[in-house]
């Protein structure tokens, strides 16, 4: 067996088992939190409006936001343009500038901004998935096995919690009402709003997002293996 598949198998593997672990499944928690509301931060930030995550100490976890300030829209999108500018290389330089230019502006000022904000947990914690997953395959920092599985596990954990929780919402009826008032700090559950905001169904959104979960892991080894036969031409 190749050793990137292993890392894979093996993170595959010790996933789920800590997860069942009370201890390790509450430090995943935070882990997840963490990366979900700083998605939720990090749209706010990118459309001009002002956040702050907040994570309790009785696991729950949401964001703070304030009102859209257009000029702080501008100065990020100021902002984007020159790095991208300055530090990306043509053409991708070209292509990155011309979807700053076009999504930022029709984000900030449309009524997409919303769905975009609530969206964006869920879609950082896969992405971040994948990005884990790929750096298990090539090898992280140092190519250690210790290294290699650990990204393996945080990989596999945020693409299948992900997976569980919109698969159960698209199986089961006690899911989808334990969901309904299952929010942190009293608060709506991200997919429940976005339903609202969209004017579509819960059912939808969570089948959406697990056809997005489960073509991560796919994607990600296609990607890293077109990128091994390149490098071996």
Not at 155 to 172: F, P, R, V
Request: glycine share 10%; charged share 10%; proline share 3%.
């Amino acid at each position: 067996m190749p050793e990137e598949w292993f890392y894979l198998l093996i993170g595959l593997a010790l996933a789920p088992i800590f997860a069942a672990t009370p201890l390790l499944e509450l430090m995943g928690w935070y882990f997840r939190a963490l990366a979900h509301e700083m998605g939720h931060t990090a749209a706010a930030w990118l459309t001009g409006v002002p956040a702050v995550p907040a994570l309790g100490i009785t696991a729950e976890a949401a964001t703070m936001q304030g009102q859209q300030s257009l000029i702080l829209a501008f100065f990020v999108w100021a902002a984007i343009v020159a790095v991208t500018h300055f530090k990306a290389q043509a053409p991708q330089r070209y292509i990155y500038l011309a979807l700053a230019s076009t999504i930022l502006p029709v984000l900030c000022l449309s009524g997409l901004r919303e769905g975009w904000h609530l969206l964006s947990g869920h879609l950082v914690e896969l992405v971040l998935g994948g990005v884990f997953l790929g750096r298990a395959l090539s090898g992280g920092f140092s190519s250690g096995y210790v290294e290699r599985a650990l990204y393996s596990v945080l990989g596999w954990t945020l693409i299948g919690h992900n997976l569980a929780l919109t698969a159960s919402l698209l199986a089961s009826s006690d899911a989808r009402e334990s969901y309904a008032y299952s929010g942190s700090f009293g608060l709506e559950n991200d997919y429940l709003l976005l339903a609202h905001w969209s004017g579509t169904s819960l059912e939808g959104w969570a089948l959406l997002m697990t056809v997005a979960a489960t073509a991560v892991a796919p994607i990600v080894i296609g990607l890293w293996i077109l990128h091994h036969r390149e490098a071996a031409q």
